[in-house]
């Protein structure tokens, strides 16, 4: 019983030290972390684009950036496959972020899956800086399993959207992208050429032929 009583007033104890320790500012609690998320062609760079907008219309200053890859990749902006553009620029490595945002409000990234684990890092320390991110990728791999860093960016995100594709074959709703060329590496860039979005049923049909 008395094991019990000093238990108690530990418990006591550390939960005043918690509530003590968050102090927060309004500049900080108005951080929000978002993921748009889903298979090639579900429309999120055009999420993305539509959320950088929005937070513009804001008069907020909106910084984007995207993994430098090769030709496709190495335009200085992003683009909607509606053919929307706007200005971003190419990093190789998540740090070369940390030497850029300082004077932007909003940070947002595209093709965020590409990036080495250290993205995850980087956005953490943005957020801690009392930035707001927008970050769009592929959440699942041609083999459907989560993509690199996405599945820890998701679980810091205050806010998660998951799109959805048309199935190539049944019209239904898409989750998987399907890659129809032979290469077997994990990251094959390309579109239409290399990849289908399908829906599980169709994916599972497909994905061993
Ligand atoms: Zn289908």
Redesign the pocket.
């Known amino acids: 019983m008395i094991a019990k009583v000093k238990k108690l007033n530990t418990s006591q104890k550390t939960d005043v030290n918690i509530s003590s320790a968050y102090t927060f500012s309004p500049r900080v609690t108005n951080v929000r972390i978002k993921v748009i998320c889903g298979p090639m062609f579900s429309g999120k760079t055009k999420g993305l684009i539509s959320a950088i907008t929005a937070y513009q219309d804001k008069g907020k200053k909106v910084l984007v950036f995207k993994p430098k890859m090769d030709a496709r990749y190495s335009e200085n902006s992003i683009m909607s496959h509606d053919k929307v553009e706007i200005q971003a620029t190419n990093v190789v490595q998540p740090k070369e972020i940390l030497d850029l945002f300082h004077h932007a409000d909003v940070v947002a990234i595209d093709e965020v899956q590409f990036f080495d684990p250290s993205i995850v890092k980087v956005c953490n320390i943005i957020a801690d800086q009392g930035k707001s991110l927008i970050l769009a990728g592929l959440d699942l791999d041609f083999q459907g399993n989560p993509f690199g860093c996405m599945p820890e960016l998701m679980s810091m995100a205050d806010e998660v959207v998951k799109l959805s594709s048309v ?8 989750r998987f992208s399907h890659r129809i060329s032979k290469d077997r590496g994990v990251v094959v860039l390309g579109e239409k050429d290399k990849y289908v979005p ?6 599972n ?1 497909l994905k061993d032929q």
């Open positions: 199935c190539t074959f049944c019209s239904g709703k898409a399908l829906c599980r049923s169709c994916y049909e």
